[in-house]
């Protein structure tokens, strides 16, 4: 392949991932009276993939164990005008595999209060014959 053919290859190859990580940023959004796709998650992720939140208190999720407590919270009406968004990144391509470390902001109300917050999050991309997934991923929230 030449360079331009791999330059080309490259920015497509992005251009899915950040497509990918809206999509994912986006499955938590319920303003405006929105419906999360909170489901959506088990097309993004792999089946066997790994979550992590570092902080402030450490814990592994399975794909199934972090959907359905997310799904409660932004539709039983406990946390509404939600959404999170990524406020930078940097994405790494090499081949098959990419890398994602960016920073993100979410807001909303938690039972009639104000919601926000900030924090980070790491990405581990790896192209499936369906395309882009995420094998893993890990946030830490600002406290």
Same mark, same amino acid.
């Given at each position: ?29 319920? *303003?405006?009276? /929105? ?8 097309? =993004?992720? =792999?089946?066997?993939? +790994?979550? +992590? !939140?570092?902080?402030?208190?450490? /814990? +592994?999720?399975? +794909?199934?164990?972090?959907?359905? &407590?997310?799904?409660?919270? =932004?539709?039983?009406?406990?946390? !509404? ?8 990144? /940097? ?8 890398? *994602?470390?960016?920073?993100? /902001? ?36 600002? &406290?």
């Amino acid at each position: 392949m030449s360079k331009i053919e791999n330059d080309q290859a490259e920015k497509t190859d992005k251009a899915e991932i950040d497509a990918l990580t809206a999509e994912f940023f986006g499955a938590f959004d319920n *303003r405006d009276g /929105r419906t999360p796709d909170v489901a959506v998650i088990r097309r =993004l992720v =792999l089946p066997e993939g +790994v979550i +992590v !939140v570092t902080g402030p208190q450490f /814990r +592994v999720y399975s +794909v199934e164990a972090f959907i359905e &407590p997310r799904q409660r919270l =932004l539709t039983e009406g406990r946390l !509404v005008e939600f959404s999170e968004w990524e406020t930078s990144e /940097r994405t790494e391509i090499a081949g098959d595999i990419a890398s *994602r470390f960016g920073t993100y /902001r979410k807001s909303g109300f938690l039972d009639g209060a104000p919601y926000e917050g900030e924090g980070s999050k790491s990405f581990q991309f790896v192209r499936t014959p369906e395309g882009w997934r995420i094998a893993a991923f890990a946030w830490y929230d600002q &406290p």
